[in-house]
């Protein structure tokens, strides 16, 4: 049988380096793994598809089966449901107005990766920095449920003396009732007048 080269060609996530000699009357081929090791493998299993990383793919593959009941495994399902599944019920909000998850997190790992090296917690959710941006490395940061609520696309933003803040934090800042802030503002107050005017007390008759 004449001798194919596989010198420089690629297969699964190895590339081929040199022949380094036989193995059970089949070529040995030492190659490079994606993640970084090296592993020699005979050329029928290259050829025959067996043969398709150093054997971290199956590492990969119980990971992702022992890590796929937690909360960051869940988090992860739901933000891919709700961008591409049409099905899913707040597609609508996400995938039906064009917001998308980038290719490098179609795969748990690499998103799991970046979770634990941007400071993922249990008490922490995903929160896209852009409201109107995609899902991606650098659009996304770990929140609390506080803070995710001050990046929704139903808030009311107010400026004032430079500073631009929702009506929730507002209201916190200066210690009135958001319903009270709210209602002034609705009524085409200013936002100096609806801080700062006293709330009156209703009369008891």
């Known amino acids: 049988m004449k001798f194919k080269d596989l010198t420089g060609q690629r297969f699964g996530r190895l590339t081929v380096i040199e022949r380094v000699g036989t193995r059970s009357g089949k070529s040995l081929w030492k190659c490079l793994c994606d993640c970084g090791n090296e ?18 793919i199956r590492t990969d593959n119980l990971t992702i089966c022992g890590i ?4 960051i495994y869940r ?15 707040q597609f609508f909000n996400y995938g039906g107005r064009g917001i998308s998850v ?9 998103f799991f990766n970046w979770a634990m090296a941007s400071g993922y917690s249990e008490t922490l959710t995903i ?10 490395p650098n659009n996304c940061k770990w929140s609390t449920r506080k803070e995710q609520n001050n990046n929704t696309r139903s808030n009311i933003w107010l400026e004032y003396q430079g500073k631009r803040k929702t009506l929730a ?3 916190e800042a200066y210690g009135m009732p958001h319903s009270c802030l709210y209602g002034r503002i609705k009524l085409g107050w200013p936002i100096e007048k609806a801080l ?6 209703k009369k008891v008759l």
Request: aromatic content about 10%; proline content about 3%.
């Open 169 to 171: 934090q507002w209201a």
């Open 68 to 71: 796929r009941g937690t909360r």
């Open 196 to 201: 700062f005017t006293p709330k009156q007390e």
């Open 75 to 89: 988090i992860w399902h739901c933000m891919t449901n709700r961008c591409e599944n049409k099905n899913f019920t």
């Open 102 to 110: 980038c290719n490098e997190w179609r795969d748990f790992l690499p």
């Open 127 to 136: 929160d896209r920095i852009d409201n109107n941006g995609n899902y991606e």
């Open 39 to 56: 592993t020699e493998v005979r050329s029928d299993r290259i050829l025959g598809g067996e043969t398709q990383s150093c054997g971290c």
